[in-house]
């Protein structure tokens, strides 16, 4: 993989001299530990394959000029000590301090600050540790550095039988993934709704517990998530009003069993009616996880094979051209899948899936492909092992589409009704195609609404095609809104943008989330500008995009 040449060299803060910050740098080097404050001026690692070096300098998904949103230096603190001496200072220094904890949020702006020259708090690397797993309520505590996939580990180790929801990729951050609003695949696939207590660290260095946990000697910190007075936990989540250092988890308790299943619909028209069948079954929780109803284009990109294998010319594949080679699948010529998974005992899971296939083939041309006939390698394996609480990382095989691939995920929210669907997947399509780029659709269906995820796959080496898919983007955004959409989560480069849209009323919520930043975080110090919240200091100079 690539290695992009550093043009600008190291990136200092704004508003420090560079002897005055590489002198500060020391001076927290001293207290944390030398080897706890690395620079960043190494060359810098491109591409998707630093998923796995678990990535903490930048954005290895630049879009924009990559060197625009690189850190200055990265700190690991091991301690929730550590991370107050680390606010303090930064207090003291008046440095942006930009906390992940994996910094495996590809798409989103993986583990790169909104801020140039900001000190990366890479919580992670060492506050890694599974505080508690309790099987008798069935909860977790968790440290940032734990993924999905080390407490799904822990957990089979020590011979329980709760699953782990966990997201397309198995191996980032849960509490990152959890503040981001991210979704898994179980019936616990909304994940803030399944957290149970957060420790935050206040942009000032103070440290508070939400919750049950703000009550000495509780045993109820995991299982009850309010406490008494204002639920606090959600103004932590999306924003940069603190540094979480540990949340509670509900698990799941093993079903009984589980059998995911697929069908396939002929017609793109055929959208429209899925959606309103869907709808009741899910919101009757027949239809039991959040479920992923996919455009058949995906089909083709999850196989691992470049486009160019399928179609040579630019421009959207030809409908023909997609359906031929879906006939050689073993989907057959089809235009939306849906992946499911029914859970329970095999009596319950009949009694339920027979409703599912009455109201699903209402629909001319339905198809339920059965699991049996699939190949081991098919994608359908990594759904069904995903919606059974196990993680996966097929996902990643989309990003051999086109050279250098990379991505950008489009994440508009509607009611889970037909024709809001295809408002949003018109308005996608619209622009997708005036960009030249593959559309990528896939519905994810929440309890009442859709999540549409629409990755916008492009090649990073190309600074034409990077440019392309800014544009679309920008252009998605601004059409939702406009039809009153708005995303649900969105890259750090669109954060200003997203966060303009929700703006009821004169902007009354950014009015009321400025006013909190500046109480909490008076000297603006902790990841300025993240959603589109930006402290007094920076308000109003040029740093919204
Ligand atoms: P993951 O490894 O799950 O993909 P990241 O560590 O990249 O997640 O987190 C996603 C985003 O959420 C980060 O860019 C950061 O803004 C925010 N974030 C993550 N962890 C924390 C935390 N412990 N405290 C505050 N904000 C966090």
Known sequence: EAQAPRKRGLAIPAGIGRSDFLQALEELAQTLGKE??????????????????????????????????VSSACVHPGSVDDVQLVVKWANKHLVPLYPISMGRNLGYGGAAPRVRGSVVVDLGRRMNEILDINPD???????????????????????????????????????GNTLEHGVGYTPYGDHWSTHSGLEVVLPTGDLLRTGMGALPGNNTWQTFPYGFGPISDGIFS???????????????????????????????????????????????????????????????????????????????????????????????????IYYGTSYGPENIRKYKLDIVHREFTKIPGAKRIDPQTLPKDHYFWSRARIAGGEPDFEELSYMNWVPNGGHLGFSPVSPTRGLDALKLWKIAKKRHDEHAIDLFIAFCVGLRELHMINLVIYDRGSAQRREAVEKCMRSMIDDAAEQGYGEYRTHLLFQDQVARTYNWNDNALMKFNEKLKDALDPNGILAPGRCGIWPERYRGRDWEI
């Open 36 to 69: 706890h404050v690395v620079l960043n001026d190494q060359p810098l690692e491109d591409g998707w394959l630093i998923y796995e070096l678990e990535p903490n300098t930048h954005d290895s998904y630049m879009i924009m000029d990559g060197e625009e949103t």
């Open 137 to 175: 309520d069935c909860t977790c505590l968790v440290e940032p550095g734990v993924s999905f996939y080390a407490l799904y580990e822990e957990i089979k180790k020590r011979g329980y039988t709760m699953w782990v929801d966990t997201p397309d990729l198995g191996g980032g951050s849960i509490i």
């Open 238 to 336: 999306q924003s940069n009003f603190g540094i979480v250092t540990k949340m509670g988890v509900a698990l799941m308790p093993d079903p009984g069993g589980c059998e995911s299943f697929m069908y396939t619909f002929e017609r793109e028209d055929d959208l429209l009616p899925l959606i309103d069948i869907v709808r009741p079954l899910r919101i009757a929780n027949l239809l039991e996880n959040v479920a992923q109803i996919r455009h058949s284009t995906i089909e083709l990109a999850v196989s691992g094979l470049p486009r160019s294998h399928y179609y040579q010319s630019t421009g959207p594949i030809p409908e023909e051209v997609l359906q031929s080679h879906l006939e050689a699948t073993p989907l057959g010529r089809c235009s939306w």
